[in-house]
């Protein structure tokens, strides 16, 4: 049952989760690092297998941010009732058969750290390889959770309209894709686009997104779009919105500059004012921005492991937080109830099957009723109401694809919200 | 008495204080913000005026950081005894003879914020344009006094001898100009450097330098050091070591590289070891890095203005705080005391007659015992031990030069002791 020194996916090789610990393999130690331990901005490397094992945690370095302010209240307390020994200990059988300890899962995928919440306490908290409870990492696309999130709250609050088409908020979407979308499609990614989305291939459109965001080095002579905002109009429409959910990280982008242009609030704002504050929460969190100081709502989100438990905890409380409404009831239950399990059928995700996809979270309509924020690379906010449980967990996976770890993460959080029933 | 519209420094013309607010002038503001009010790294613009006014608030948007935690402690308190009307009115001759006050001073010098403790208590605290309470502003070459507080504690504790040349720390610069350069030389600033650092001259070496840094874009085909431990080895030797003051930022990077590869911490963790946790710091401070990771010692730190002022208060109080010596009261003791005022002469500061210069910070010899941090476009930590008071103060002054606002600043500061003491 102990993890292979190896893992094996799509064919290749890796190092496994223990053997891949960053301070082992002496990343960005040293002063300076040795230049085959660097990892710069510039070599477009940093993302990958095994300097993502370090990069995650140090989002900050390579890249321009802006702070999110926790406020200069004291933190809210997370009670503790360890529950560790059991939790490691409990086996449960992945979907490919094989029979699997929680402790040992964690390894194989490339876990950096996880804390499990069960009815607001600690149960489980452990932190691996360069995380550490203070230090936030990358969310990657649970930070469109938290962007929808504050969306539907700013529709049920009447600021915006989901109904209204984006070039209503935007009128220099008007010749493009979301010309004639309605922001309620945007918000559930279920807009028809020319736009592709998949990591593993150079030549998909999330590389241009990228690069026009500046998040990855561009090439010399690039004459692409230079920040977000000048990138978003160009897209073009590809069959008909309301169809099919289609994941696509634009839709965020659009959706975040919507609520950038009608509050006249920064996602950074917004963040800080309706969550971070009235959360408590123990620590900044930060956002990379684009070259026009743009944050990056797709994915650009860091946080601390407890500060994301906070956010699901939250989710799990139908928005209430010690007595105080910080996200109406309302949107949780909105959220929750989900969307047309038949339009996400259509999106090909064969390892999720009865999901359904809602103001940008994954809901499972699972016996747990869980919902969950996902990001690649292993990044998971699971909220499972009936189970009382909210597991965060932050990873370095090699795979930029959520398929490479669902088929050990799935039943290892239902097993665990199973056993906390 | 009022502030004029504009001012006037080596014959150009800039926007007075109140005319150069950056809300007003809606630097980076809208979503996006429009094309000529977005400053952006690659425009190189960041520093200029007026733009300035909302970079040095923003650092951390247009550049990599790492984080200065402040631990998880509840923030040190510092009680209040408010003086406002009686500092706002006080009146003091500028070096120049014009009459001045003290609140309209502080537009005249592009004042972003201003803290004043006496015995330890907040008499006097404001902020402007971009700066909140919360916020860390740059502190430029503020960012020596921290670093050189450092390393002259890690003298005192035998960590580091002084009397050793940079190689015997860093082999790697045996063929530079500090082959032959003792740590103590370096610590302050008196080696014999082919080195220019004149901001108005873009020919400078310290251009150089930053673009190695990465603190500024590189021209498209851009073929010097790309991280700064790659730039400091080139730098050649003009004239003898130990004779004179010569102010040179590479000097600090050098300290600061010595100081990494010897204790195995970067200064990052230094600052929030020694510094940052041990004063209760309200707020994490941060400080931008290279592209191979190095944080700038010789400029690079942001703090809140509080938490400057606290840095000050400690050495006020020789190290003490609180009842636990968190730097060696020999290290204050040796800053105050200074180095050689006929050594400093040379370097031609006729603004600053009598000072010396001693662990990066530069002595006063004046009537109050007074030591500063300073930093380029206003940035002051003013330390008075006779009038038990401290200044921390963070401007964005049009100017890169201290000798811009020093006719004002130097007799408002001198001023303002004389009333407390």
């Given at each position: 049952m102990?993890e292979s020194q190896?893992?094996?996916f799509d064919?290749?090789?890796?190092?496994?989760?223990?053997a891949?610990?960053p301070?082992d393999?002496?990343?960005?130690?040293g002063?300076?690092p040795p230049?085959?331990?660097?990892?710069t901005?510039?070599?477009d490397?940093?993302y990958d297998?095994?300097q993502?094992r370090?990069?995650?945690?140090h989002?900050r370095?390579?890249?321009p941010?802006?702070?999110?302010?926790?406020?200069?209240g004291?933190?809210s307390?997370?009670?503790?009732?360890?529950a560790k020994?059991?939790?490691d200990?409990?086996a449960f059988?992945?979907?490919?058969?094989?029979?699997?300890r929680f402790?040992?899962?964690?390894?194989?995928?490339?876990?950096?750290g996880i804390v499990?919440?069960h009815?607001?306490?600690i149960v489980?908290?452990r932190?691996?390889?360069e995380l550490?409870?203070h230090?936030?990492?990358?969310c990657?696309?649970?930070?469109?959770?938290?962007a929808?999130?504050?969306?539907?709250?700013?529709?049920h609050e009447?600021?915006l309209?989901?109904?209204?088409?984006?070039?209503?908020?935007?009128?220099e979407?008007?010749?493009?894709?979301?010309?004639?979308a309605?922001?309620r499609l945007?918000m559930?990614?279920?807009?028809?686009?020319?736009y592709?989305e998949?990591?593993?291939?150079r030549?998909?459109?999330?590389?241009?997104y990228?690069?026009?965001a500046?998040l990855?080095?561009?090439?010399p002579g690039?004459?692409?779009?230079?920040?977000?905002?000048?990138?978003l109009?160009k897209l073009?429409?590809?069959?008909?919105?309301?169809?099919a959910?289609?994941?696509?990280?634009?839709?965020?982008?659009?959706?975040?500059?919507v609520m950038a242009r009608?509050?006249?609030?920064?996602?950074v704002?917004l963040l800080h004012?309706?969550?971070w504050?009235?959360?408590?929460?123990?620590?900044d969190?930060?956002?990379i921005?684009?070259p026009?100081?743009?944050?990056?709502g797709?994915?650009g989100l860091?946080?601390?492991?407890?500060d994301l438990?906070r956010?699901g905890e939250l989710?799990?409380?139908e928005?209430d937080?010690?007595g105080?409404q910080?996200?109406p009831a309302?949107?949780v239950?909105?959220?929750?109830?989900g969307?047309s399990p038949a339009?996400f059928?259509?999106?090909g995700?064969t390892?999720l099957?009865?999901?359904?996809?809602?103001?940008m979270?994954?809901v499972t309509?699972n016996?747990l009723d869980?919902f969950?924020?996902?990001?690649?690379?292993g990044?998971r906010?699971?909220?499972?109401?009936k189970?009382?449980?909210v597991i965060a967990?932050f990873a370095?996976?090699p795979?930029a694809?959520?398929s490479a770890n669902?088929?050990?993460?799935?039943?290892?959080?239902?097993?665990?919200g199973?056993?906390?029933?």
């Amino acid at each position: 049952m102990a993890e292979s020194q190896w893992q094996e996916f799509d064919g290749k090789r890796y190092a496994g989760g223990r053997a891949s610990e960053p301070r082992d393999l002496g990343w960005m130690r040293g002063a300076p690092p040795p230049a085959d331990k660097r990892i710069t901005f510039e070599s477009d490397a940093f993302y990958d297998f095994p300097q993502i094992r370090w990069t995650l945690s140090h989002a900050r370095e390579i890249a321009p941010t802006a702070s999110i302010w926790r406020g200069n209240g004291t933190p809210s307390r997370l009670e503790r009732a360890e529950a560790k020994g059991d939790v490691d200990a409990l086996a449960f059988s992945d979907l490919n058969g094989t029979q699997r300890r929680f402790d040992e899962a964690l390894y194989d995928t490339y876990t950096d750290g996880i804390v499990v919440l069960h009815r607001g306490r600690i149960v489980y908290e452990r932190y691996f390889g360069e995380l550490q409870d203070h230090v936030p990492h990358s969310c990657f696309s649970i930070t469109k959770s938290y962007a929808a999130t504050l969306c539907a709250a700013l529709v049920h609050e009447g600021v915006l309209d989901a109904d209204k088409t984006i070039p209503h908020y935007l009128p220099e979407m008007g010749g493009s894709a979301f010309g004639d979308a309605p922001l309620r499609l945007v918000m559930d990614m279920q807009t028809g686009l020319d736009y592709t989305e998949v990591y593993a291939d150079r030549t998909s459109s999330i590389w241009e997104y990228a690069r026009a965001a500046g998040l990855r080095p561009r090439p010399p002579g690039y004459a692409g779009a230079t920040f977000v905002t000048d990138y978003l109009p160009k897209l073009r429409k590809q069959g008909e919105h309301g169809q099919a959910f289609a994941y696509k990280t634009v839709n965020t982008e659009v959706m975040s500059w919507v609520m950038a242009r009608v509050t006249g609030r920064s996602l950074v704002q917004l963040l800080h004012e309706r969550l971070w504050a009235p959360l408590g929460c123990e620590e900044d969190g930060y956002i990379i921005v684009d070259p026009a100081g743009t944050p990056m709502g797709g994915g650009g989100l860091s946080a601390t492991l407890r500060d994301l438990a906070r956010f699901g905890e939250l989710m799990r409380r139908e928005g209430d937080w010690h007595g105080k409404q910080v996200v109406p009831a309302a949107v949780v239950h909105d959220t929750q109830r989900g969307d047309s399990p038949a339009k996400f059928a259509k999106a090909g995700y064969t390892l999720l099957p009865g999901y359904s996809y809602r103001n940008m979270w994954w809901v499972t309509h699972n016996e747990l009723d869980a919902f969950e924020g996902r990001g690649i690379h292993g990044q998971r906010l699971y909220v499972a109401p009936k189970a009382e449980m909210v597991i965060a967990r932050f990873a370095s996976h090699p795979v930029a694809a959520s398929s490479a770890n669902d088929p050990i993460t799935l039943p290892q959080f239902l097993a665990l919200g199973r056993m906390l029933k």
